[in-house]
């Protein structure tokens, strides 16, 4: 079976520029994680989503970063303009229900220069 | 909310022996507990859950046990093998419906063979 998707898996760009992160849940789940992971801080949510629809995004840390899910398969999380301290790995994760585990994708590892 | 205490965040452990990871949460509506493993460049995987019901489970070399009176669970890996060499990650899930998992910092595993 197929997992969690999440493209691209690095990412390298220069600060200022946006950056667009993509995820695709595993089929039939309806709630879909973004996090972040830095050494510092380890792993932050940062929104989540049931049912396409944003329920919680108080981790995201600044009104730079944004995320959308259009449909049940897709969802996007974008940061413009792009700061070097935005320089992390970004995982996606999904889950069927509230009371069943979560499953996270392979991340991407993003640098702003 | 739910705060999550890990230790120790470095282990180092001959082939052959045990390793014993434990956490502590804060919130006692917490009611499930689940255990990821992270190998570099890769996102977490789930290796084990526990739920509040249940004293201990056991799956294979993994172990993991519960106290709700102490709030602490913790992981056992028996005979240890190089390819449990990773960062664990314990994690709680907060109470309430939609309840989302709060992680602890990770502790770095090192087997020696």
């Known amino acids: 079976d197929a997992g969690v998707i999440q493209s691209p898996r690095h990412e390298v760009t220069e600060m ?6 993509r995820c695709k849940p595993i089929s039939g789940h309806d709630y879909l994680f973004w996090y972040r992971q830095t050494m510092m801080r380890g792993l ?14 108080s981790g995201m840390p600044e009104d730079r970063f944004s995320a959308k899910m259009p449909n049940a398969s897709f969802s ?5 303009p ?9 995982f996606c994760a999904s889950r069927l229900g509230s009371n069943q585990p979560q499953h996270f994708g392979d991340g991407t590892r993003l640098s702003i220069l | 909310g739910e705060n999550v ?17 434990k956490c502590t949460y804060s ?3 917490s009611n499930y507990f689940p255990w990821y493993k992270q190998e570099l460049g890769k996102g977490p995987q789930l290796i084990i859950d526990i739920r509040s019901n249940v004293g201990e489970k056991k ?10 009176t102490a709030k602490h669970f913790s992981l056992h890996i028996t005979e240890t093998q190089p ?24 502790t770095k595993l090192s087997v020696k063979p």
């Open chain 2, 5 to 21: 205490e890990q230790h120790p965040s470095t282990l180092s452990v001959q082939e052959g022996d045990s390793a014993v990871i």
């Open chain 1, 76 to 80: 996007t999380l974008k940061i413009q």
């Open chain 1, 16 to 21: 200022g520029q946006e950056v667009t992160l």
């Open chain 1, 44 to 57: 932050e949510l940062l929104i989540y989503f049931n049912n396409n629809v944003p329920i919680d995004d």
């Open chain 1, 82 to 90: 792009s700061e070097p301290r935005d320089s992390a790995v970004y």
């Open chain 2, 59 to 68: 799956d294979q070399r993994i172990a993991v046990t519960l106290n709700k």
């Open chain 2, 27 to 29: 919130d006692s509506a």
């Open chain 2, 83 to 106: 390819e449990d060499s990773a960062v664990y990650f314990c994690a709680a899930r907060e109470g309430g419906s939609q309840g989302n998992l709060i992680f602890g910092k990770g």
